[in-house]
């Protein structure tokens, strides 16, 4: 039999979601579903907002009514600070200055919002948010992605143009990032008060790029490329 029942839906579906989900009746669920580009928000703030927030809404609105539940990870980004700028702590102000990093912070709202009133960390379900850095791998071409655009520019044998060069960013792999959120997922199902809360996943300080410094990896890795700002 199929170890994966796979099932193609819109989260703005409230009424199908929430069918979907009293189906499956899961114990952990991921919500990573979003419109993950800022540029694209800038072209379409309105289904933004309505993926991002409203989606949120939908899925933990309908994940509060299932028996089988024990724990949910909420995906958001680290750009719902206020400050993406600067290195944030947990605790730091939220914001966002575009729609897609403003439907984070209203999403980290949400779920606030959710576990206080639905989901109390001595109850039976943890519920924790994810805040990633820049992620990289695992086959994101999408455009205004910083590798994909480095390796297009460079086949093509044309300077790659690089937004912010000076940008500093918490680069991590995929993985990295997906490791980290399977153990949380564990640690709120075993311990729901201790780990119900929002959780930031990057590297360490030391390993944080600039943008410049990884189109010149890209390149020497690359074997040949060039930049410009």
Not at 22 to 31: K, L, N, R, S, Y
Not at 88 to 94: A, I, N, W
Not at 111 to 123: H, I, M, N
Not at 183 to 205: D, I, K, M, R, V
């Given at each position: 039999?199929?170890?994966?029942?796979?099932?193609?839906?819109?989260?703005?579906?409230?009424?199908?979601?929430?069918?979907?989900?009293?189906?499956?009746?899961?114990?952990?669920?991921?919500?990573?579903?979003?419109?993950?580009?800022?540029?694209?928000?800038?072209?379409?703030?309105?289904?933004?907002?309505?993926?991002?927030?409203?989606?949120?809404?939908?899925?933990?609105?309908?994940?509060?009514?299932?028996?089988?539940?024990?724990?949910?990870?909420?995906?958001?980004?680290?750009?719902?600070?206020?400050?993406?700028?600067?290195?944030?702590?947990?605790?730091?102000?939220?914001?966002?200055?575009?729609?897609?990093?403003?439907?984070?912070?209203?999403?980290?709202?949400?779920t606030e919002a959710y576990r206080r009133c639905f989901f109390p960390p001595d109850g039976r379900v943890g519920l924790?948010?994810?805040?990633?850095?820049?992620?990289?791998?695992?086959?994101?071409?999408?455009?205004?992605?910083?590798?994909?655009?480095?390796?297009?520019?460079?086949?093509?044998?044309?300077?790659?143009?690089?937004?912010?060069?000076?940008?500093?960013?918490?680069?991590?792999?995929?993985?990295?990032?997906?490791?980290?959120?399977?153990?949380?997922?564990?640690?709120?199902?075993?311990?729901?008060?201790?780990?119900?809360?929002?959780?930031?996943?990057?590297?360490?300080?030391?390993?944080?790029?600039?943008?410049?410094?990884?189109?010149?990896?890209?390149?020497?890795?690359?074997?040949?490329?060039?930049?410009?700002?």
């Amino acid at each position: 039999p199929a170890r994966i029942d796979s099932r193609i839906a819109d989260v703005r579906s409230r009424e199908h979601l929430a069918r979907l989900l009293t189906q499956a009746q899961p114990e952990i669920i991921f919500h990573l579903a979003a419109q993950p580009l800022v540029m694209q928000s800038l072209r379409d703030p309105v289904a933004t907002f309505q993926t991002n927030i409203q989606g949120v809404v939908n899925l933990l609105d309908a994940a509060r009514r299932l028996p089988s539940l024990r724990s949910i990870v909420v995906v958001t980004s680290d750009k719902c600070y206020l400050r993406p700028d600067r290195r944030c702590t947990e605790g730091d102000p939220l914001g966002g200055h575009d729609p897609y990093s403003a439907s984070k912070a209203c999403a980290e709202i949400v779920t606030e919002a959710y576990r206080r009133c639905f989901f109390p960390p001595d109850g039976r379900v943890g519920l924790a948010t994810a805040r990633a850095g820049n992620v990289i791998g695992g086959g994101d071409f999408s455009p205004g992605r910083l590798l994909p655009d480095l390796i297009r520019a460079y086949m093509a044998g044309e300077p790659a143009d690089l937004r912010h060069p000076g940008g500093v960013r918490p680069w991590q792999h995929v993985l990295d990032a997906l490791a980290g959120y399977l153990l949380l997922a564990e640690c709120l199902a075993a311990n729901p008060a201790s780990f119900s809360t929002a959780w930031n996943f990057g590297p360490a300080q030391e390993a944080c790029w600039t943008a410049a410094q990884v189109a010149d990896l890209a390149a020497e890795r690359f074997g040949a490329g060039e930049w410009r700002a």
